[in-house]
């Protein structure tokens, strides 16, 4: 008899279990494809602000590569006017 009741136990609960997951609700499809749209149209978001984000990086790069040729280039002339004030004035003191 306690045999029996174990069988009859473990097959009610193998029926609930298999029955408890075989059963999906239009309601339960329906919020399962919302969320699955919000993570879609939210990491469609990020992509953009991440593509926004390097534009704006791959510019600001563009621009320090810009400041920085401009300053060699000043220091480029800077170096060549203080050759040119040094022999001038040399020649000053050989006069």
């Given at each position: 008899m306690k045999k029996n009741f174990?069988?009859?136990?473990?097959?009610?609960?193998?029926?609930?279990v298999t029955?408890?997951?075989?059963?999906v609700t239009p309601?339960?499809?329906d919020a399962v494809r919302a969320t699955a749209e919000q993570a879609l149209s939210e990491a469609r978001?990020?992509?953009?602000?991440?593509e926004e984000a390097k534009r704006i990086a791959t510019n600001a790069q563009n621009t320090a590569n810009r400041a920085a040729q401009a300053a060699s280039e000043a220091q480029a002339a800077a170096a060549a006017n203080t050759d040119r004030i040094e022999r001038m004035f040399q020649r000053s003191m050989t006069k």
């Amino acid at each position: 008899m306690k045999k029996n009741f174990l069988y009859v136990g473990a097959a009610i609960l193998a029926l609930g279990v298999t029955s408890g997951c075989a059963t999906v609700t239009p309601e339960d499809l329906d919020a399962v494809r919302a969320t699955a749209e919000q993570a879609l149209s939210e990491a469609r978001a990020a992509t953009a602000g991440a593509e926004e984000a390097k534009r704006i990086a791959t510019n600001a790069q563009n621009t320090a590569n810009r400041a920085a040729q401009a300053a060699s280039e000043a220091q480029a002339a800077a170096a060549a006017n203080t050759d040119r004030i040094e022999r001038m004035f040399q020649r000053s003191m050989t006069k």
